[in-house]
C-alpha cells in the first residue's frame, strides 16, 4: 500500500496568514494581514521542494531567484535572503504585499497541483520587513560618473529607475508633482493594504542613495522635457507618470455632490488623510449608503475605504458576474468578510439628486452576459426594461482610469498611442534621444512589479546611453 | 520650504503675499495658478498667480480669507515659510492683440486682473477695465488699474461707489465695440457677464474656481461642463468661453463640502488656532 511507502512527506497546507478579526478591522485603517513570525516564514518555507526547473520563476515579471531565497529563509538566513531579492527586485516590502501572485509567481507553484502553491509573496514581506526592523543597508554605490539623469514621477517606476541610476553612480534628480513621493503607493492604495511606513522607507533608502527629490513639480508646466535637456542639464530622462485620468460612466447626473472618481476618493482618504478630518484640513463626506461602481482592485480599496470611514452599507455594483472581477481573489474574500456586498450585472443609467444637489438615487439596468469581448470576457448586455433605483448617499466611480496626458501635450516629437501611452521599444526608449518611459504610462493601469520591471530594463538601458554618449 | 518674502493687506481680509520661489517665478504666465499646503496636515488649495519677478525670484498671489485654511494662512508673516507650492499649473491665457479689450474683476479676483491688464496692454490692447466689489471698503488695486487701462469703471453691489451692480454693462457695452471680454471674479459674477455679453456675441473668456485637490488632471473633482462636455479646470482650464459653461453645476459643486469647511473653521477658532486664545 501506498501508506508504506517512506515518500517525503509534503504539507499539502499553506502556514495561514495572521490577519486582524473581520469585525475589528473593518472600522480601522491598520494594516489587515500582520505578517509571518520568524517559525511561521521558516515552516512556510521549508514546504518548498526546491524544484530543479523551478516552475516559478518565470511567474514573476522581474524573475526572483525564488527557491533560492526561500532555501535562505529555511535556513534561517533571513539577511542573505533578503540581497538575494533585491538582486532583482528593489522593493520587497511593497511586492511581498501588493502583488497579484495567485496569477504570477504562485500561478505555476508545483504544490499548486495537489494543495496551496508555497505563500510566495509572504515570505518575501516577511524577510523585507525584518531587514527594516533591522536597519536597512545601503549598497556600495560605483563611483560618480558625472552624468545627471531627471526621473519624472515618484510612483514604483520612478523610484526605481532612480535608484538603479544612482547605484551605478549617475547623479539623479526626481520630480514629482505632488507634495509626497510614492505614486499610487500613496495616494492610491490604502493603509490597511500598504503601510505608508513603508514606502517612507523605501523613499528614505532611494535618498540615502543620494537621490534628490524635488516635490511640487508638475513637469510640462515648470519644465518640459527639451527643457530639462536643453537648459537644465540633464544627460538623460525617465518618464514614470503613471496612469491617474480617472474615467467617468458619462451619464446624467454625474456631476451631483457626493460622486467621487475613486481617484478623487482614494487622494482624499490616503494622500490627504481625510479619514483624520479634521485634524487634517481636507474634508470627506461618507453617509451612510455608499455605492462603488466597478469590479477591479481600486473599487475593493474604495469600498474597504468607505467601510472603515463609517458608511453602514456598502455595495459594490458590476456589469459581469464574479468570475469576471478583475480584482485580487484574496481581496475580494477580505472584503466580504468585512461585510461588503456586491450586486453583480447591473449598470448606472443616471443619478438622481436632492434639492440641494446632492446625490439621493442611482437607476440602473440590470445585464446578462453576451458573447466574448477581445479581452476574452463575456460582454455585458442591458437588459431591455429592466431599470431599477437604488438610495445612495455616496457614489464612486472606479472604473478605469487612463495615462496622464500633461508630458504628452508638452514635448513635441514624443510617439503617443490613440490611447495616450508612450510608445517605446523593449528598453524603454521612446522616439526622442535620451528620454525613456517605463510603467503604467507605457502599458495603462498595470501592476506595480511590472512598473518596476519595466523600469529597471530602461535604467539599464539610460546607463549605457550614458556611458557611451561623449 | 517657500518663503514668505512680503505681505501686505489690500482690504480688510484680503492679502497679498511675495513669496521666494524662483523656479516658479521663471516660468509663470498670466492665467495660471498655483497649489499650496500650509504645513503637513494641511488641505491643497489654489490661488491665481497674481504676479511674479523673475529677477527676484518671486511670485504674488493675493487670497480672501473664507475658511480655515485662507485664515490659517492669513496668519503667517514675513519671513514665516509655506511647505509646498506647486505650479504654475494651468493654461496661460491667450495674450495677443485682439484690439478693443474689456475686463472685470471682481473680489479678490481684482488682483490677477491686473496682472492680465498689463499683459493685454504690452500687446497692443486698448483696455477697458471694471473693478467690482461687494462694498466699497472691499476695493484695492484702484490707481494701478486705472492707471493702465483706456477707461476705467467701478462698481460695488451696494452701490456704495461707483455703479450699483453690473447692469450698466450693457449700455457700456452697445457704446463701444469691444472685440473681447475678460471676467474673473465670483461665480455669480462672471455668469451675470456673460449673459449680458452672449446678445452682442462677443467672445467672453471666464476663469473657473471650482473646488481642486491635486491641480494636475488626476481627480476629476474639478469637473465643470463647457458646452456640455466634462472637462477638468485644472488641465484643460482654468480659463474657458463664459457663452459655453454650465455656471448653476459650478455653483453646486463649489459648495459640495460647505457643512465640513464650517465645522473646521469653527474647530480652529475654538480651539485658539487663530491666534484669540480660544475666546
Ligand atoms: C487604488 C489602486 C490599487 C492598486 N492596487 C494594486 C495592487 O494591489 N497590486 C499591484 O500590483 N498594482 C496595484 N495597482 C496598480 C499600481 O499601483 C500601478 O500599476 C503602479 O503604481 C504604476 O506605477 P508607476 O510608477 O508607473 O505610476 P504611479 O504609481 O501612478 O506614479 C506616477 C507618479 O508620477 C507623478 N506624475 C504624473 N505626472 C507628472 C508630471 N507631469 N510631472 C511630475 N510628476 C508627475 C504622479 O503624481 C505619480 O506620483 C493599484 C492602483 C490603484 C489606483
Ligand atoms: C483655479 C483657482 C484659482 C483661485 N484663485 C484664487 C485667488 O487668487 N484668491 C482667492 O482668494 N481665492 C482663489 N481661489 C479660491 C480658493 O482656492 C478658495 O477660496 C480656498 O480654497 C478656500 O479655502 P479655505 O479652507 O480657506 O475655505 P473653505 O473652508 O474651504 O471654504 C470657505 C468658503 O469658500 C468657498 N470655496 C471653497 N473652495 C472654493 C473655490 N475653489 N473657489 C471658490 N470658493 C471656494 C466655500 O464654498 C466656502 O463658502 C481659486 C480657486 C481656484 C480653483
Ligand atoms: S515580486 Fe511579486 S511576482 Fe515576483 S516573486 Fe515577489 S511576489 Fe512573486
Ligand atoms: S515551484 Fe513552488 S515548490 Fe517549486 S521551487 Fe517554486 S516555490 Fe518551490
Ligand atoms: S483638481 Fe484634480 S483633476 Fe483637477
Redesign the interface.
Known amino acids: 500500500m501506498a501508506e508504506n511507502k517512506p515518500t517525503p512527506k509534503v504539507k499539502k497546507k499553506a502556514v495561514p496568514m495572521p490577519k486582524q478579526k473581520p469585525e475589528v478591522r473593518r472600522r480601522n485603517f491598520n494594516e489587515v494581514a500582520l505578517g509571518y513570525t520568524e517559525e511561521q516564514a521558516i515552516e512556510e518555507a521549508s514546504r518548498c521542494l526546491q524544484c530543479p526547473k523551478p516552475q516559478c520563476v518565470p511567474g514573476c515579471p522581474v524573475e526572483i531567484d525564488i527557491p533560492a531565497f526561500i532555501k535562505l529563509i529555511r535556513e534561517g538566513k533571513f539577511d542573505e535572503a533578503v540581497k538575494k531579492i533585491k538582486e532583482k527586485n528593489s522593493l520587497p516590502a511593497i511586492c511581498g504585499r501588493v502583488c497579484p501572485q495567485e496569477e504570477q509567481c504562485q500561478m505555476n507553484c508545483v504544490l499548486g497541483k495537489a494543495g496551496d502553491p508555497i505563500n510566495i509573496g509572504r515570505l518575501e514581506r516577511f524577510v523585507a520587513d525584518w531587514e527594516r526592523q533591522k536597519g536597512v543597508t545601503i549598497p556600495e554605490k560605483a563611483p560618480a560618473t558625472g552624468k545627471k539623469v531627471a526621473i519624472i514621477g515618484a510612483g514604483p517606476a520612478g523610484l526605481t529607475a532612480a535608484a538603479d541610476l544612482a547605484k551605478l553612480g549617475h547623479e539623479v534628480v526626481i520630480f514629482e508633482?505632488?507634495?509626497l513621493p510614492g505614486g499610487v503607493l500613496v495616494?492610491g492604495i490604502p493603509e490597511f493594504r500598504l503601510p505608508k511606513s513603508i514606502v517612507q522607507a523605501e523613499v528614505d533608502y532611494i535618498k540615502k542613495l543620494g537621490v534628490e527629490l524635488r516635490?511640487?513639480?508638475?513637469i510640462g508646466?515648470?519644465?518640459t522635457i527639451p527643457e530639462l535637456l536643453k537648459e537644465e542639464g540633464f544627460d538623460a530622462v525617465f518618464i514614470g507618470t503613471g496612469a491617474?485620468?480617472?474615467q467617468?460612466l458619462?451619464v446624467p447626473g454625474?456631476?451631483?455632490?457626493?460622486i467621487?472618481?475613486a481617484?478623487?476618493f482614494l487622494?482624499?482618504v490616503n494622500l490627504?488623510?481625510s479619514y483624520a478630518?479634521?485634524?487634517?484640513?481636507?474634508?470627506?463626506?461618507i453617509g451612510r449608503h455608499v455605492v462603488v461602481i466597478g469590479g477591479g482592485n481600486v473599487a475593493m480599496d474604495s469600498a474597504r475605504s468607505a467601510l472603515r470611514l463609517g458608511a453602514e452599507e456598502v455595495c459594490i455594483v458590476y456589469r459581469r458576474s464574479r468570475e469576471e472581477m478583475p480584482a485580487r481573489k484574496e481581496e475580494i474574500e477580505n472584503a466580504e468578510e468585512e461585510g461588503i456586498i456586491c450586486k453583480f450585472l447591473a449598470n448606472p443609467t443616471r443619478f438622481i439628486g436632492d434639492e440641494?444637489?446632492?446625490v439621493k438615487q442611482m437607476e440602473c439596468i440590470c445585464m446578462e452576459l453576451g458573447s466574448p469581448d477581445e479581452s476574452g470576457r463575456r460582454r455585458p448586455v442591458p437588459v431591455k426594461g429592466s431599470e431599477f433605483i437604488m438610495d445612495v448617499d455616496t457614489v464612486i466611480v472606479a472604473i478605469g482610469r487612463t495615462p496622464?496626458?500633461?508630458i504628452q501635450r508638452t514635448t513635441e516629437g514624443l510617439a503617443v498611442t490613440k490611447w495616450g501611452t508612450i510608445v517605446v521599444d523593449e528598453d524603454g526608449r521612446t522616439s526622442l534621444e535620451g528620454v525613456y518611459a517605463g510603467g503604467d504610462i507605457v502599458t495603462g493601469e498595470a501592476t506595480v512589479i511590472s512598473a518596476m520591471g519595466a523600469s529597471k530594463k530602461a535604467a539599464k538601458a539610460i546607463h549605457e546611453y550614458l556611458m557611451n554618449k561623449k | 520650504m517657500y518663503k514668505i518674502v512680503a505681505k501686505k493687506e489690500l482690504a480688510p481680509k484680503i492679502k497679498l503675499f511675495e513669496v521666494y520661489a524662483p523656479?516658479?517665478a521663471e516660468?509663470a504666465k498670466p492665467g495660471?495658478f498655483i497649489i499650496l499646503?500650509i504645513d503637513e496636515?494641511?488641505?491643497?488649495i489654489p490661488l491665481t498667480i497674481a504676479g511674479y519677478d523673475r529677477k527676484k525670484g518671486t511670485v504674488t498671489f493675493v487670497f480672501n480669507e473664507v475658511g480655515?485654511?485662507t485664515k490659517q494662512l492669513g496668519l503667517l508673516k514675513e519671513g514665516d515659510s509655506i511647505?509646498?507650492?506647486?505650479?504654475?499649473?494651468g493654461n496661460p491665457s491667450e495674450i495677443k492683440n485682439f484690439g478693443n479689450v474689456l475686463c472685470i474683476g471682481g473680489g479678490v479676483m481684482i488682483a490677477p486682473m491686473l496682472l492680465q491688464v498689463k499683459a493685454l496692454r504690452e500687446a497692443g490692447n486698448a483696455v477697458t477695465t471694471v473693478i467690482g466689489a461687494r462694498i466699497k471698503d472691499l476695493l484695492f488695486f484702484e490707481e494701478e488699474m486705472k492707471a493702465l487701462s483706456h477707461k476705467f469703471y467701478v462698481a460695488t453691489d451696494d452701490g456704495s461707489k461707483g455703479y450699483e451692480g453690473l447692469g450698466f454693462l450693457k449700455e457700456l457695452i452697445e457704446k463701444n465695440r469691444f472685440d473681447r471680454c475678460i471676467a474673473m471674479g465670483p461665480v455669480v459674477m462672471m455668469k451675470t457677464v456673460c449673459e449680458i455679453t452672449k446678445p452682442f456675441g462677443i467672445p467672453t473668456i471666464v476663469t473657473l474656481t471650482p473646488i481642486m485637490?491635486?491641480?494636475?488632471?488626476?481627480?476629476?473633482?474639478c469637473?465643470v461642463?463647457v458646452g456640455g462636455q466634462?472637462k477638468f479646470a485644472c488641465?484643460d482650464g482654468p480659463e474657458f468661453d463664459g457663452h459655453l459653461v454650465d455656471f448653476d453645476?459650478l455653483i453646486?459643486?463649489q459648495?459640495?463640502?460647505l457643512?465640513?469647511?464650517r465645522?473646521?473653521s469653527l474647530?480652529?477658532e475654538k480651539l485658539g488656532g487663530c491666534g484669540c486664545g480660544g475666546k
Open positions: 508633482a505632488l507634495h495616494y516635490l511640487g513639480y508638475l508646466r515648470i519644465h491617474g485620468l480617472p467617468f458619462g454625474e456631476n451631483l455632490g457626493g467621487y472618481s481617484n478623487e487622494i482624499r490627504m488623510k478630518f479634521p485634524e487634517y484640513d481636507t474634508p470627506i463626506r440641494k444637489g446632492w496622464n496626458p500633461i | 523656479e516658479i516660468k495660471q499646503i496636515k494641511g488641505e491643497r480655515k485654511t511647505t509646498n507650492i506647486t505650479g504654475p499649473l485637490v491635486d491641480g494636475m488632471g488626476m481627480c476629476g473633482v469637473r461642463t466634462m488641465v453645476g453646486n459643486r459648495r459640495m463640502f457643512p465640513e469647511e465645522l473646521s474647530l480652529w
